[in-house]
């Protein structure tokens, strides 16, 4: 394998380009007309344009991507997180193409892809899960009453497909459930090509920790230290740390023998996530879901760990046996955490503010500081994509080495011409229930008056 095409963009785009040039391989990009100039373009060997800047007319055609691997005598896809990562199609046109597809395969995307399935066999592999109604298909306005009840309240409206909090709603009574259930289908279909979605009970008091596995052969898979992800808004992740803090005892264990013996039930290859609720009260962990892909936080594990997930990812794509190459339980040294800078105003309820980055000055490259972006000064935030300008992680010693590194470097990152979440951030990290770890999925929306004071500076521009 000599030539690897990135069917993705951004940071995440640019971070695997980086991979491929650590390894020797050729790196080839895709482009829409919105990213003509982007800063992924720039950073690979070759590019193609595939289309117009809708996400649908372009980084989702997975015909325009596969002729551009075809031009370019690509032989391998990696399709990064979000669009097509975790489209099964996509990766079965892939192999049936000739080419490798940088991921589990089409077999293990759909099963586990699909909450629904994931679910059942998350339950076979004696992992506990949650109270779900199953895929719904065309329920009456009471069917889908009856449905919530069997469920309980409060409880979400999932899509089956994708991740990110994409088409997530949380409905405390069954009010007006058929609508939110005809608008979660409707976003998840613009977002993942699938309408699918199901019901799942919500616990109130919970904490959204995550294990990071790698399947290096058929009945192997390895466990890496635990991802808290609980500080969140409208169920997307906002800051993520590794390992996780004030786990009662043996529930970090047992989180990391879940997951792996979930990816070896189903024979799972390359890098993956299984994502679990943990309720903040009794300590039980629930099964939530499996990202058959990479993951947007993934450098938290790198950073403690000194493992390059991508390229391992790569390596493994070219056909290496990676038995030797991961420890059997790798295990954390130090604490490391990330924060994602987004294009948004947390004042206005987290609404994206695209335009132009007129500045953006982020901390010069030092030791413990990682900064991962897909964007530079004068480059465009796009209302057609993820609003995020870059990721920066910090390590430390402890945890709380890592948190005062972190707010460092946030300090030192200057940005201007669009709104953005810099001082939000910063808020986050000095509130002291984060300094503690008294972490849940609420955080945020309890804490909102108390994090928004003071925002003013990073209104939208006039």
């Given amino acids: ?263 070896e039930r189903v024979g799972y290859l390359g890098a993956g996530t299984v994502e679990f609720i943990v309720d903040a009260v009794t300590g039980r962990f629930y099964f939530l879901e499996m990202n058959t892909r990479i993951q947007v936080e993934h450098p938290v594990t790198e950073m403690v760990t000194g493992l390059d997930l991508v390229a391992l990812q790569l390596r493994q794509a070219a056909g290496e046996d990676l038995s030797a190459a991961i420890p059997d339980a790798p295990q954390a040294d130090g604490h490391a955490i990330e924060a994602r800078i987004y294009a948004e105003a947390p004042e206005r309820g987290f609404l994206p503010t695209p335009g132009r980055l007129a500045r953006l000055d982020l901390p010069a490259p030092q030791p413990g500081v990682r900064i991962d972006s897909g964007v530079r000064s004068g480059d465009q935030i796009t209302p057609f994509y993820d609003p995020m300008i870059a990721k920066v992680i910090a390590w430390g010693a402890d945890r709380e080495a890592a948190r005062r590194r972190l707010d460092d470097a946030l300090a030192a990152t200057c940005i201007d011409g669009v709104g953005c979440n810099l001082a939000f951030l910063r808020a986050v990290l000095a509130h002291p229930d984060f300094r503690t770890g008294s972490i849940t999925t609420d955080f945020i929306v309890r804490n909102g008056p108390q994090l928004m004071a003071g925002l003013s500076k990073n209104a939208v521009p006039a």
Avoid: W
């Fill in 1 to 263: 394998m000599k030539s690897v095409l990135i069917a993705n963009r951004g940071e995440i785009a640019c971070r695997i380009a980086r991979a491929c040039r650590s390894l020797g391989l050729r790196s080839i990009a895709v482009y829409s007309d919105a990213d003509r100039d982007a800063l992924h373009v720039a950073l690979a060997d070759a590019a193609v344009h595939i289309g117009p800047a809708p996400a649908r007319q372009s980084y989702l055609d997975a015909d325009a991507i596969l002729a551009a691997a075809r031009a370019t005598g690509a032989a391998a896809i990696h399709p990064g997180y979000g669009f097509l990562s975790e489209n099964a199609a996509f990766a079965r046109k892939v192999a049936d193409a000739g080419l490798v597809f940088v991921g589990p395969g089409d077999a293990i995307i759909a099963e586990m892809g699909d909450k629904g399935r994931a679910r059942a066999r998350a339950e076979e592999a004696g992992v506990p899960v949650l109270p779900g109604s199953g895929r719904l298909t065309d329920e009456t306005s009471q069917d889908l009453i009856a449905r919530a009840a069997a469920v309980g309240f409060p409880l979400l409206v999932k899509a089956t497909g994708g991740g990110g909090g994409i088409g997530m709603r949380r409905m405390d009574a069954a009010g007006d459930l058929a609508a939110a259930v005809e608008r979660a289908r409707e976003q998840a279909a613009r977002s993942f090509g699938d309408d699918g979605v199901y019901l799942e009970h919500f616990v109130a008091a919970a904490r959204h920790v995550e294990v990071q596995v790698f399947g290096t052969a058929p009945g192997r898979a390895v466990a890496f230290p635990e991802r808290d992800c609980s500080v969140q808004r409208r169920f997307q992740k906002v800051i993520e740390e590794s390992p996780a803090t004030n786990l009662p005892d043996g529930v970090a264990r047992g989180l990391r023998d879940a997951a792996a013996r979930l990816a």
